[in-house]
């Protein structure tokens, strides 16, 4: 069985946050960075927490590939409309600087979109939508990363992951969050499968040939991800590359080649949002957190035990009272980080 160790919220956040400035980021960029990715590993989602630390830290020494001090630039494009530069740096850290700016013309207008290009992701995307829903708003975000899902009827990869987010304010409760990858599983997930050495279910990747496995070092050496869902799943990866690709100017999941830049992790993408203020001209209309609850209370009436989101607050609830679980070989992992 896998040992775990128990650390504070915060002094996690603050681990994270100094190995990242110790390799090249501006010290709000490590602060954005590290509270994202402890956040990922307060929720449960190890796919995306302490895992992906290595990644970060190659990344940023992998010449140039990504720059860890960069500043976003926000270009006021329309009334209801934001576009943001990365300038090649993170993605979520772009989507800090210009949360206020989204956030005025949602409230100005009713809606807004958010179009991120040039940037870097390689987190929890749930954790992107979240605060709009605790701000009253529903968010709808998309994104999409390199090519390691095979389009439906294909043999090789064309498309990302491409994972969609969702999120919906509720009364008295804490908000109604999804995210899920439009291939059968998360690529971090079957990254974490090969470490571990477990099989997969079938029917979830193919190797390099284009043959069916099940094993996820053959997916991860050069194979590639089922979408979800045979054709529909196929279908959403295709939209969320039109709206991370085409519609931000920034690159398909095709298009992001890392061979240059050995060591590189993190997809040179883009991420777009959607973002509605569900009281604009409500007028008479039912309140719009009573429908919401409305519709839990048909799901739980229908059978449905766990709401999308019960197990995340769950595991934050105990990672916030107990300590994040972080395992015995993560934890290794980050002391050898941190003597450089």
């Not at 496995?213 to 196929?234: N, S």
């Not at 830049?261 to 777009?272: C, L, M, N, R, V």
């Not at 007028?283 to 409305?294: A, K, N, Y």
């Amino acid at each position: 069985m896998q040992e775990f160790i128990r650390i504070p919220f915060d002094t996690l956040v603050a681990r994270l946050s100094a190995i990242l400035e110790a390799n090249g980021c501006a010290p709000w960029v490590a602060q954005v960075i590290g509270l994202n990715c402890a956040s990922a590993q307060r929720d449960g989602a190890h796919s995306h927490g302490v895992f992906r630390m290595k990644g970060y830290v190659s990344t940023l020494n992998a010449g140039g590939w990504v720059d860890g001090r960069a500043e976003p630039l926000l270009e006021d494009v329309a009334p209801g409309f934001l576009r943001v530069d990365g300038m090649n740096g993170f993605t979520v850290c772009a989507l800090a600087r210009a949360r206020e700016a989204a956030l005025a013309k949602v409230k100005a207008n009713g809606c807004a979109v958010l179009a991120i290009r040039n940037s870097h992701h390689l987190g929890a995307l749930s954790l992107d939508v979240e605060p709009f829903a605790d701000e009253g708003l529903i968010a709808l975000s998309f994104i999409n990363s390199m090519a390691s899902v095979v389009p439906h009827g294909g043999r090789k990869a064309a498309l990302g992951t491409n994972p969609i987010a969702f999120a919906t304010p509720r009364r008295d409760a804490r908000p109604l969050v999804f995210d899920m990858a439009t291939s059968v599983m998360a690529h971090g997930d079957v990254q974490l499968a090969a470490r571990e050495g477990r099989t997969l279910d079938k029917g979830v990747g193919v190797d390099r040939d284009g043959n069916p496995t099940d094993d996820p070092r053959a997916i991860v050496d050069g194979g590639a991800l089922m979408a979800f869902g045979g054709h529909k799943g196929a279908a959403l990866a295709l939209m969320v590359e039109v709206m991370c690709g085409a519609l931000v100017g920034g690159k398909f999941s095709r298009e992001v080649d890392l061979k240059q830049h050995p060591g590189a992790h993190t997809p040179h993408t883009g991420q777009s949002f959607i973002l509605i203020d569900p009281q604009a001209g409500r007028g008479t209309l039912p309140p719009f957190v009573d429908r919401v609850e409305d519709l839990m209370g048909y799901l739980i009436d229908a059978g449905q035990t766990r709401l999308p989101g019960d197990r995340r607050h769950e595991a934050r609830d105990d990672s916030m009272k107990n300590g994040v679980p972080v395992s015995a070989e993560l934890m290794a992992m980050l002391e050898e980080m941190e003597r450089g």
